[in-house]
């Protein structure tokens, strides 16, 4: 049986650093009410000059350099994203030419379960012997869509990107995502675009207080049904790698799992949200810290926008 396995991983955070005592200058708040509410401390910020390719290839670089394989040994690219460089081509193409390679590549938006959606993607080309090594990435300038007049938005977003290499192999690996979508709740989470929406700014609009309650929802029942599918208990899970959200939706997944908070790899006080590229980058530092270890079972779980929701179970 052939399994697609996670052979290197990588990460890139901006150096630019924008803090809850920073925003206290800006807006009417508080670091104590901000931390409070979400978790957050801290969220890295890309300078004008950084793009989203320029993160993605940084975390790229990263994921090859530990894998220990050849740029050309690479044969797909998926990169998950919300603020892509260009509306075409995708920042795939673009990552593929800063790193001076040929293959198929390509973008997927879901929002902050990109990642989970691409990880999903590129475990089936693998299934189907459709290619060998395939570079996912999640990647995000959220800065970018954020109005940091509004108290609401301006306290979650973060800039980064994480990477991994998946491989062909007869170790288990990925054993099983789950991924899924409703558009009937688009107007609860979105980034409208100006030519439709003529009195709204292309900045993320938020109905929070039903965002939360949904995602706790959603993501109770994508736990149930990925260790249903997988014929597990709870305490077979050795961590919860999840998308980096809010600190609340964080407690309730542990609290679903009957797991402690310990086991829960969090990153939200320093990264704050980073949509796709929180799942990724959690990833690599629960790796780099030495939490996350070989042979352990590791659950990931996202929500987003769209809105879509989806897990994936993996064997480190």
């Given at each position: 049986?052939?399994?697609?396995?996670?052979?290197?991983?990588?990460?890139?955070?901006?150096t630019?650093?924008?803090t809850?005592?920073?925003?206290?200058?800006?807006?009417d708040t508080?670091?104590?009410?901000i931390f409070?509410?979400?978790g957050?401390?801290?969220?890295?910020?890309a300078?004008?000059?950084?793009?989203?390719?320029d993160l993605?290839?940084?975390?790229?670089?990263?994921?090859?350099?530990?894998?220990?394989i050849n740029?050309n040994?690479i044969?797909?690219?998926?990169?998950?994203t919300?603020?892509?460089?260009?509306?075409?081509?995708?920042?795939?193409c673009?990552?593929?030419?800063?790193?001076?390679i040929?293959?198929?590549?390509f973008?997927?938006?879901?929002?902050c379960?990109?990642f989970?959606?691409?990880?999903?993607?590129?475990?089936?080309?693998?299934?189907?012997?459709?290619?060998?090594?395939?570079?996912?990435?999640?990647?995000d300038?959220?800065?970018?869509?954020?109005?940091y007049?509004?108290?609401?938005?301006?306290?979650?977003?973060?800039d980064?990107?994480?990477?991994?290499?998946?491989?062909?192999?007869?170790?288990?690996?990925?054993?099983?995502?789950?991924?899924?979508?409703?558009?009937?709740?688009e107007?609860?989470?979105?980034?409208?675009?100006s030519?439709?929406?003529?009195?709204?700014?292309?900045?993320?609009?938020m109905?929070?207080?039903q965002?939360?309650?949904?995602?706790?929802?959603?993501?109770?029942q994508?736990?149930?049904?990925t260790?249903?599918?997988?014929?597990?208990q709870?305490?077979?899970?050795?961590?919860?790698?999840?998308?980096?959200?809010?600190?609340?939706?964080?407690?309730?997944?542990?609290?679903?799992?009957?797991?402690?908070?310990?086991?829960?790899?969090?990153?939200?006080d320093?990264?704050?949200?980073t949509?796709?590229?929180?799942?990724?980058?959690?990833?690599?530092?629960?790796?780099k810290?030495?939490?996350?270890?070989?042979?352990?079972?590791?659950?990931?779980?996202?929500?987003?926008?769209?809105?879509?929701?989806?897990?994936a179970?993996?064997?480190?």
């Amino acid at each position: 049986m052939i399994y697609s396995k996670i052979i290197g991983h990588g990460s890139y955070l901006p150096t630019k650093i924008l803090t809850n005592k920073d925003l206290e200058s800006t807006l009417d708040t508080t670091d104590e009410w901000i931390f409070s509410r979400t978790g957050i401390k801290e969220r890295h910020i890309a300078d004008d000059n950084e793009t989203t390719s320029d993160l993605a290839y940084m975390a790229a670089m990263e994921a090859i350099k530990f894998a220990e394989i050849n740029a050309n040994d690479i044969d797909l690219i998926i990169l998950a994203t919300t603020t892509p460089d260009k509306i075409f081509p995708s920042t795939a193409c673009t990552v593929q030419a800063k790193l001076g390679i040929k293959c198929p590549a390509f973008d997927i938006q879901a929002v902050c379960t990109g990642f989970i959606y691409a990880l999903s993607i590129a475990d089936k080309f693998i299934k189907t012997s459709s290619a060998k090594n395939i570079l996912v990435i999640g990647a995000d300038r959220m800065s970018s869509i954020t109005d940091y007049k509004d108290r609401s938005n301006a306290i979650l977003w973060g800039d980064g990107a994480g990477a991994v290499i998946i491989n062909s192999s007869k170790e288990p690996g990925i054993l099983s995502t789950h991924i899924h979508a409703d558009g009937m709740y688009e107007d609860m989470l979105y980034v409208p675009k100006s030519s439709e929406r003529k009195k709204e700014t292309e900045t993320i609009q938020m109905q929070g207080n039903q965002v939360f309650k949904f995602a706790v929802n959603t993501l109770d029942q994508i736990v149930d049904e990925t260790l249903s599918y997988n014929k597990l208990q709870k305490s077979d899970i050795d961590w919860v790698v999840p998308h980096q959200a809010n600190i609340r939706i964080l407690e309730a997944t542990a609290k679903k799992l009957d797991m402690s908070m310990s086991k829960i790899i969090v990153t939200i006080d320093r990264h704050g949200n980073t949509s796709a590229a929180s799942i990724p980058l959690a990833l690599d530092e629960g790796i780099k810290v030495g939490k996350i270890k070989a042979n352990q079972t590791i659950l990931m779980e996202a929500f987003g926008g769209g809105f879509t929701w989806g897990s994936a179970l993996i064997k480190y």
